[in-house]
Nanobody
Framework: QVQLAESGGGLVQAGGSLRLSCAAS????????VGWFRQSPGKEREFVAG????????RYTDSVKGRFSISRDNAKNMIYLQMNSLKPEDTAVYYC?????????????????WGQGTQVTVSS
């Protein structure tokens, strides 16, 4: 099983930017879709963004379209989430995840490897 470690979270003012990184180890993730999810206190974990195994297809939840961008570097076994124009409602713990297959899914159950999460807090 692959191990995932997120970094790059922190405290930022509304309108600011953060770039999250996720380092994968243990095995290559190049044959799998990967995604970012987030979870706020009292809420279910929700899909934020996903990218296909070769990076050719991306998918975003409506609330982050035009503000967030997911990318990956298969040579480095890395996943990224660039977050711009951040809003207080983006505050959450952000998790990277590797899907069991090659195609993007918004379902938590489609992902079999998860990081520990990184906190993102956006102040108003």
């Amino acid at each position: 099983q692959v191990q995932l470690a997120e970094s790059g979270g922190g405290l930022v003012q509304a309108g600011g930017s953060l770039r999250l990184s996720c380092a994968a180890s243990g095995r290559t993730i190049s044959s799998h879709a990967v995604g970012w999810f987030r979870q706020s206190p009292g809420k279910e974990r929700e899909f934020v963004a996903g990218i296909s195994r070769n990076g050719g297809t991306t998918r975003y939840t409506d609330s982050v379209k035009g503000r967030f961008s997911i990318s990956r570097d298969n040579a480095k076994n890395m996943i990224y989430l660039q977050m711009n124009s951040l809003k207080p409602e983006d505050t959450a713990v952000y998790y990277c995840a590797v899907a069991s297959g090659a195609f993007i899914s918004v379902a938590v159950g489609s992902y079999d490897s998860w990081g520990q999460g990184t906190q993102v807090t956006v102040s108003s």
